[in-house]
C-alpha cells in the first residue's frame, strides 16, 4: 500500500474539518441576529408574521447548532494529533482565546435553551425578546475569539522567543495583534451577510414553488434588505483587509492579485491566467485600483511578490479564491440592490420568476464565497502555519495513520451532512408556515394568502 505524505493528509483533513465546520460556525455567529430583528419586528408591529418567523428559525437552528458542536469538538481534537510541534510552542499562547470561544459557545447554548422554552410564558413580549440578545452576543464572542487564533499566526505577538521556544508570553498581546481587528470586522459581517442570503434563497425558493403567502414576502424583505446591509459591511470590511494586507503582510496582497514587481500606480487583476513567464493573460486590469485598494492613493507604491525569498511565497492560485470572493460579494450587493429598487416601484412586480431564481442563488454563493475566503486566508499564509517562526511542514505529525483518519472523519461529516439535511426538510415539510400561522394566531384573516 502507498504511503501517504503525513503533511499533505494533515493539511487535507484539516481542510475538510474547518471546511465543513465552517458552514455551522458562520449559521451560529449569523442566525440569532436575525430572529432577534424579526421577533423585535414582530413585537414592535404586532405582526405574527415576523415572529412565526422568528420561532421556525430558531427551531432550525438548534439542529445546526448541535452538529456545530461536533464538528467544532473534532477541531480542538485534531489541533493536538495532526499539529503537536505547533501545539508545543504556541499552545500556551493560544489556549486562553480557545478557552474563551469554548466558554462563548456555553453562554451561547445556555440562552438559547431559555430563549426557546419561554415563548409566550412573560407577559411583556420584549421580555422574551431581550433573552434572543445574550444568545447574539454568545456566537458573536465566539467567532471573535477563534479569530483572535488564527489572527495571532497571521501576525504573531505577545511574547519573546528562547530557547525552548516561546517566553514571557502575553496571551492578551497576543489576542490583540495587528491582524485582529480586520479579521474580526471581516468574519462577523461575511457571516451576517451568509445567514441573510441563505434565509433570502429558502423565501424565494417558496415564492417560486407558488406559496405566494404574505408570510414569505415579508421574510424575502427582510432578508434581503438585511443582505444589503451586510453586503455593503463586508466590502468595508474586506476594503480595510486588504490595507492590512499591504502593511502587515505584503506577500499575501502581491500573490492575490499577481502583482510581481513593485511599482506605483500598480492595477488591480481580475481572472485571467498566468502564461509560461508568469506574465497575466487574458485579465481585466483596472488601472491604480491596486494602489488604491492598499493605501487609499490611486498612485501609491504597492510591494511586488519579487521582494520575498521564493521559498516564502504563497502559491498564485489564491488570485482565484480572492477574485470569486469578491465577485460574489458584488453579486450579492447589486442583486439584493435591485430587488429593493424593484419593490420601490409600484408598476414593477419584485416577485417576478427571474428576480426570485436570481434570488435563490444568493445564498448558495453566500456560502461558497465563505469557502473562498477561508481558503484564501489559510493559502495566502503558506508556507507559514505561524508567519516567521513556523512552517508548515515543520508544525505537523509525522504519524502515518492520518489517511485513515482522513477517511473515517469524511464519512463523519458526510453522515452529518445527510441528517441535518433530512431533519430539516421533514421538520418544516411537515409544518407548513401558513398551517402553523392560522393554529397559532388563528387572528389572522385567510386574505393575507394572496
Given at each position: ?6 503533511v ?12 465543513f465546520?465552517?458552514i ?22 404586532k ?20 452538529i ?28 486562553l482565546?480557545?478557552?474563551m ?30 433573552l ?90 427582510l ?9 455593503l ?35 488591480l ?8 513567464d ?21 498612485t ?15 502559491p498564485?492560485?489564491i ?13 450579492l ?13 409600484k408598476?414593477?412586480?419584485e416577485h ?29 499564509r ?6 516567521g ?62
Amino acid at each position: 500500500m502507498m504511503e501517504m505524505d503525513p503533511v499533505l493528509m494533515s493539511r487535507l483533513l484539516t481542510a475538510l474539518t474547518l471546511g465543513f465546520h465552517i458552514i455551522f460556525a458562520t449559521l451560529g455567529v449569523g442566525v440569532p441576529l436575525m430572529i432577534s430583528i424579526a421577533e423585535f419586528i414582530g413585537i414592535k408591529k404586532k405582526d405574527p408574521h415576523y415572529l412565526m418567523l422568528a420561532r421556525r428559525w430558531a427551531r432550525g437552528f438548534v439542529i445546526t447548532v448541535a452538529i456545530g458542536v461536533v464538528t467544532g469538538t473534532a477541531i480542538g481534537l485534531q489541533l493536538s494529533l495532526l499539529w503537536p510541534n505547533f501545539m508545543q510552542i504556541a499552545g500556551n499562547v493560544i489556549s486562553l482565546p480557545l478557552f474563551m470561544e469554548v466558554f462563548a459557545f456555553f453562554f451561547e447554548a445556555i440562552f438559547l435553551g431559555i430563549y426557546l422554552y419561554t415563548w409566550d410564558r412573560f407577559k411583556k413580549p420584549y421580555t422574551h425578546w431581550l433573552l434572543s440578545l445574550p444568545v447574539i452576543i454568545g456566537g458573536g464572542l465566539s467567532a471573535v475569539f477563534i479569530t483572535t487564533v488564527n489572527a495571532f499566526m497571521n501576525t504573531p505577538e505577545g511574547f519573546t522567543t528562547g530557547a525552548s521556544g516561546f517566553a514571557q508570553i502575553n496571551p492578551i498581546d497576543a489576542m490583540l495583534n495587528p491582524a485582529t481587528p480586520t479579521k474580526v470586522f471581516h468574519v462577523l459581517s461575511s457571516a451576517y451577510v451568509t445567514v441573510a442570503a441563505i434565509l433570502a434563497t429558502i423565501a424565494a425558493f417558496s415564492l417560486l414553488k407558488k406559496k405566494t403567502s404574505e408570510y414569505h414576502k415579508k421574510a424575502l424583505k427582510l432578508t434581503v434588505t438585511l443582505t444589503f446591509i451586510f453586503a455593503l459591511l463586508t466590502a468595508l470590511a474586506g476594503d480595510f483587509s486588504a490595507k492590512f494586507l499591504a502593511e502587515h503582510q505584503p506577500e499575501k496582497l502581491a500573490a492575490a492579485e499577481w502583482h510581481f514587481e513593485t511599482e506605483e500606480g500598480a492595477d488591480l487583476i481580475l481572472f485571467g491566467w498566468l502564461n509560461d513567464d508568469d506574465v497575466p493573460a487574458g485579465a481585466i486590469r483596472l488601472p491604480g485600483l491596486l494602489s488604491f485598494l492598499a493605501h487609499g492613493d490611486f498612485t501609491s507604491e504597492v510591494t511586488g511578490l519579487a521582494e520575498f525569498p521564493e521559498e516564502e511565497r504563497p502559491p498564485l492560485w489564491i488570485h482565484y479564491m480572492f477574485d470569486l470572493m469578491v465577485v460574489i460579494g458584488m453579486y450579492l450587493a447589486a442583486i439584493s440592490l435591485v430587488y429593493l429598487f424593484i419593490s420601490k416601484v409600484k408598476k414593477w412586480n419584485e416577485h417576478n420568476k427571474w428576480m426570485l431564481r436570481l434570488l435563490v442563488l444568493t445564498g448558495p454563493l453566500a456560502m461558497l464565497a465563505i469557502e473562498f475566503g477561508w481558503i484564501f486566508a489559510e493559502e495566502g499564509r503558506q508556507p507559514w502555519i505561524l508567519r516567521g517562526y513556523m512552517t508548515v511542514e515543520e508544525a505537523a505529525t509525522s504519524s502515518p495513520h492520518v489517511g485513515l483518519m482522513f477517511i473515517l472523519f469524511l464519512g463523519l461529516y458526510t453522515l452529518l451532512g445527510v441528517l441535518c439535511i433530512v431533519i430539516l426538510r421533514r421538520m418544516f415539510r411537515n409544518s407548513p408556515a401558513e398551517e402553523e400561522l392560522e393554529k397559532k394566531y388563528p387572528v389572522i384573516e385567510k386574505g393575507d394568502n394572496e
